[in-house]
């Protein structure tokens, strides 16, 4: 997290110039453990450390009650068993808050990279959609 | 012989009394989804398949969540989690966590890519009619296999409610459905969606708020106050409730899980929501919109189960006897044996009605597109005209709807299980395909066609390998390979499958020539920064401008 917000100012500078927009995207090669341009690399760097800890909220739980039964069915947490707390409640929140949290640094890179979502309809002249491609933000 | 002694003494659920209000509730409520169906009609392909794309982030999110959950979410999660205690968690955490894993690697980049189906997407991507035919025909099973379920959820709250039969309540309930599909095609579905999430979790959370309260249970929020509730089960009448690994082992849980989570991914009716956003942004958020509602009814699932065992436990008997039916209707129960008027039970009753028919709508529309525009049109008759698909799509709503109502009547698993399964056959044969096809464009039309074989294999192999003893006489009524079914469970097929499925494709590929240079540039597409205007498809892009192909 704290790498991401320290490197960000410097990479827009770096990409200011160009938003992206140089690059051929049509013709970099789509390898997800090799990313050819810097706007995948960035984003499976988002991708990925956000999976992983997805990966440690989901399975977390139940192998932790696996491996330490007794430690996880006597704490207790608001009443519930820690097991059940965690596995019931922790993960799916855990999942939502993921969710947001991929979705608000995918908008970050999109502002980034110059991407506008409102552009993208209204820019195209005589498209009859500007109406209903209404962003809130 | 106990089980329906108490059944009938205890909680009279399924006395064949009719009863009034929940009656008129129900009624209302389908004449107002098939008044928005009415509404909203159709004759365009593009507004009956993807809803001319324009479709908001929230209310797309609210479509998620209505799509999503189905009579399993509604009525099948509590009553797993009641019968099987920590297994039944790995529901909730399969059916809520894999919105996440959708998310990162396929909501937008579908978005992008742009196309009306799930095996068109197989098609397109693997230049490869076979390729389109393998999906198609999965999608058709998938759908197959899940509106079973949703029937039998159905027919078991019609029962309840007119005091019909079982099997004329599933009749009566699946016409209807099939009645409104065909009218609106997916603009009406979506705006009925939206709807019918609001009528569903209003329904849901009533009875739950009312529960906490008259039992004094719960005040504000009970998502998180049912902890003393669940504890006081687990240690003070039975440990199984809330027992680790009783029921089932850790691999089992794991298993469940993952499969859950790859079917999430590979859903065609729900993948299909994400082509009706109207850009890539809204997809996302709608996503993470569709998973806020999702979980205000998984939350309250886990709940429904502490308080609707220690309702039965006190007005009943042991809640280790309870039958598979009561179960099965365990959040109805519940509110039932709290003591809540008639009236408002009716409603909890028709708000699983609502999650019912909102995702039978869904399948209904990728099954019929499956039928209509993949196999029929791009297999059979390349210049069929949009009205014969139309007709071809409402033909196979109207047959399958006629098989699945049949074998509804007499369902094979709890609900939640077999659903569990149309999941897992999506998980381990489609999951595997977007996956690499989104991922690795060097994924070939061999690759995926083999694996999607492999998948077949043990997604559809595992289901047969456990299903059909129970209606072929030949097995004894006992699976066929016990070894398999306990390596590959028919709900849990994706743990093996999938990473099974992806091995095929990886390796089939390093030996087959490469896709060609314009499939390469379609993946690239969908990964590409650039902005696309709204009712354009990265094929549209990636052909250099070249005009789209006429659908």
């Given at each position: 997290m704290s790498d991401d917000t320290s490197t960000e100012t410097d990479r827009r500078d770096s990409l200011e110039t160009d938003?992206?927009?140089d690059v051929d995207y049509l013709g970099a090669k789509i390898h997800m453990f090799k990313p050819a341009t810097p706007f995948m690399r960035d984003h499976l760097k988002v991708i990925w450390g956000?999976?992983?800890?997805?990966?440690?909220?989901?399975?977390?739980?139940?192998?932790?009650?696996?491996?330490?039964?007794?430690?996880?069915?006597?704490?207790?947490?608001?009443?519930?068993?820690?097991?059940?707390?965690?596995t019931a409640i922790g993960s799916p929140v855990g999942a939502l808050v993921l969710c947001a949290v991929y979705a608000w640094q995918r908008d970050q890179l999109d502002a980034q990279y110059d991407i506008t979502h409102e552009t993208e309809t209204e820019a195209e002249a005589g498209q009859a959609v500007a109406a209903d491609g209404g962003e809130r933000e | 012989?106990?089980?329906?002694?108490?059944?009938?003494?205890?909680?009279?659920?399924?006395?064949?009394?009719?009863?009034?209000?929940?009656?008129?509730?129900?009624?209302?409520?389908?004449?107002l989804f098939l008044g928005v169906g009415w509404f909203f009609r159709v004759a365009s392909v593009d507004d009956m398949w993807v809803a001319g794309r324009s479709i908001g982030s929230i209310e797309n999110g609210m479509a998620i969540a209505a799509n999503w959950m189905s009579v399993a979410a509604y009525l099948?999660?509590?009553?797993?989690?009641?019968?099987?205690?920590?297994?039944?968690?790995?529901?909730?955490?399969g059916w809520t966590t894999g919105y996440f894993v959708l998310l990162i690697f396929m909501a937008a980049q579908f978005r992008r890519f742009g196309k009306y189906t799930a095996p068109d997407f197989v098609g397109d991507r693997y230049y490869s009619d076979l390729?389109?035919?393998?999906?198609?025909?999965?999608?058709?099973?998938?759908?197959?296999?899940?509106?079973?379920?949703?029937?039998?959820?159905?027919?078991?709250?019609?029962?309840?409610?007119?005091?019909?039969?079982?099997?004329?309540?599933?009749?009566?309930?699946?016409?209807?459905?099939?009645?409104?599909?065909?009218?609106?095609?997916?603009?009406?579905?979506?705006?009925?969606?939206?709807?019918?999430?609001?009528?569903?979790?209003?329904?849901?959370?009533?009875?739950?708020?009312?529960?906490?309260?008259?039992q004094g249970w719960s005040?504000?929020?009970?998502?998180?106050?049912?902890?003393?509730?669940?504890?006081?089960?687990?240690?003070?009448?039975?440990?199984?409730?809330?027992?680790?690994?009783?029921?089932?082992?850790?691999?089992?849980?794991?298993?469940?899980?993952?499969?859950?989570?790859?079917?999430?991914?590979?859903?065609?009716?729900?993948?299909?929501?994400?082509?009706?956003?109207?850009?890539?942004?809204?997809?996302?958020?709608?996503?993470?919109?569709?998973?806020?509602?999702?979980?205000?009814?998984?939350?309250?699932?886990?709940?429904?189960?502490?308080?609707?065992?220690?309702?039965?436990?006190?007005?009943?008997?042991?809640?280790?006897?309870?039958?598979g039916t009561e179960s099965d209707t365990l959040v109805v129960l519940t509110t039932h044996l709290a003591g809540l008027p008639d009236w408002l039970v009716g409603i909890v009753a028709a708000g699983a009605v609502a999650a019912g028919l909102a995702t039978t709508a869904g399948l209904f529309i990728s099954a019929s597109s499956a039928a209509a525009h993949d196999i029929y049109t791009n297999l059979y008759k390349e210049d069929a005209t949009a009205r014969e698909q139309m007709i071809v799509g409402r033909l196979t709503i109207l047959g399958l709807g006629a098989v699945v109502t049949y074998l509804a009547l007499n369902p094979p698993a709890l609900i939640a299980e077999v659903v569990g399964m149309s999941f897992a056959l999506a998980g381990t044969v489609l999951f595997p395909v977007f996956f690499l096809g989104?991922?690795?464009?060097?994924?070939?039309?061999?690759?995926?066609?083999?694996?999607?074989?492999?998948?077949?294999?043990?997604?559809?192999?595992?289901?047969?390998?456990?299903?059909?003893?129970?209606?072929?006489?030949?097995?004894?009524?006992?699976?066929?390979?016990?070894?398999?079914?306990?390596?590959?469970?028919?709900?849990?097929?994706?743990?093996?499958?999938?990473?099974?499925v992806m091995l095929t494709i990886v390796v089939v590929s390093q030996f087959t020539e490469d896709p060609p240079e314009d499939v390469k540039r379609l993946v690239r597409q969908c990964h590409s920064p650039m902005p696309m205007e709204t009712m354009q498809s990265a094929e549209d892009v990636a052909t250099d401008g070249g005009t789209p192909e006429e659908e």
């Open positions: 938003g992206g927009r956000l999976f992983a800890v997805w990966m440690l909220f989901t399975f977390g739980p139940v192998t932790a009650t696996w491996l330490a039964t007794d430690f996880m069915t006597s704490t207790q947490v608001l009443g519930f068993q820690l097991h059940y707390f965690l | 012989m106990i089980e329906s002694v108490a059944l009938q003494s205890a909680t009279g659920l399924f006395d064949g009394g009719f009863k009034l209000i929940p009656a008129l509730t129900l009624a209302s409520m389908l004449v099948g999660v509590a009553s797993l989690v009641a019968f099987l205690g920590y297994f039944g968690l790995a529901y909730v955490v390729g389109r035919a393998i999906a198609a025909t999965t999608t058709l099973l998938i759908a197959f296999v899940y509106i079973i379920a949703q029937g039998n959820g159905l027919g078991l709250m019609a029962q309840y409610i007119f005091g019909v039969s079982y099997e004329v309540g599933v009749v009566l309930l699946m016409t209807i459905t099939i009645g409104y599909v065909a009218l609106s095609g997916m603009l009406g579905t979506t705006k009925n969606m939206t709807l019918q999430y609001v009528i569903l979790i209003g329904a849901f959370l009533l009875g739950l708020y009312a529960t906490g309260w008259t005040t504000v929020l009970p998502f998180l106050e049912y902890g003393s509730q669940s504890t006081e089960i687990a240690t003070e009448i039975d440990r199984q409730f809330t027992e680790p690994f009783q029921d089932a082992s850790y691999y089992h849980w794991v298993a469940l899980c993952v499969s859950l989570i790859a079917g999430t991914c590979g859903l065609p009716h729900v993948l299909v929501r994400f082509y009706t956003a109207d850009n890539e942004r809204n997809a996302r958020w709608g996503t993470v919109w569709g998973l806020f509602f999702t979980l205000l009814l998984f939350l309250g699932t886990t709940a429904y189960a502490a308080y609707g065992t220690l309702l039965y436990q006190a007005n009943v008997g042991p809640y280790t006897e309870m039958t989104l991922w690795w464009e060097d994924a070939t039309r061999e690759g995926a066609i083999a694996g999607m074989f492999v998948g077949l294999f043990f997604g559809f192999g595992s289901i047969i390998n456990e299903i059909l003893p129970q209606y072929v006489d030949m097995f004894g009524g006992e699976v066929i390979s016990t070894t398999f079914a306990t390596i590959v469970p028919a709900t849990s097929s994706s743990l093996i499958g999938a990473p099974a």
